[in-house]
């Protein structure tokens, strides 16, 4: 299968995927100041700190009728998890679409047309530009295991 391929099948997991803004949910950070009996007691920093009982949501709500705002999606056991799983699902669809330029055959098409550019200087920085498409359709068409 190649990268083409499986992009192609990564667009229809996106379309069938909770839609909607994700984000990392986060959570004032307080400054304790004193102890209580059963909890600290302190004034917000100002600061927020990911709040790890929530985790990774989205506010997209497909049940008008749900009392609740929000839908959980997962809880990550670390904040970098979190940060990555909310950036990539929101960049998903648009790297999807670039990905999905990519066809069978463009790597011969693009080498083909550095080989007619190569003969004038002149053309040294669209060769560049050209060399790495080059290598992102070579990437996109090889066969992955």
Not at 48 to 75: H, K, L, M, Q, S
Not at 108 to 136: C, K
Request: negative net charge; contains cysteine.
């Amino acid at each position: 299968m190649t990268l083409i391929e499986d992009v192609a099948g990564l667009k229809e997991l996106e379309k069938k995927a909770t839609p909607g803004e994700w984000i990392k949910a986060e959570q004032l950070e307080y400054d304790a100041d004193y102890e209580t009996a059963d909890h600290l007691v302190g004034g917000p920093t100002g600061r927020t700190e990911y709040d790890r009982d929530i985790g990774v949501f989205t506010t997209y709500n497909a049940d008008p009728d749900e009392i609740y705002d929000d839908a959980i999606i997962c809880r990550p056991d670390m904040e970098d998890d979190a940060d990555f799983i909310a950036k990539l699902r929101n960049a998903a669809p648009a790297l999807l679409d670039v990905l999905g330029a990519f066809r069978k055959g463009d790597a011969d098409s693009i080498d083909t047309v550095i080989g007619a550019l190569s003969f004038n200087p002149q053309w040294a920085p669209h060769i560049a530009v050209l060399q790495r498409m080059y290598e992102a359709a070579a990437k996109m068409e090889a066969k992955q295991e």
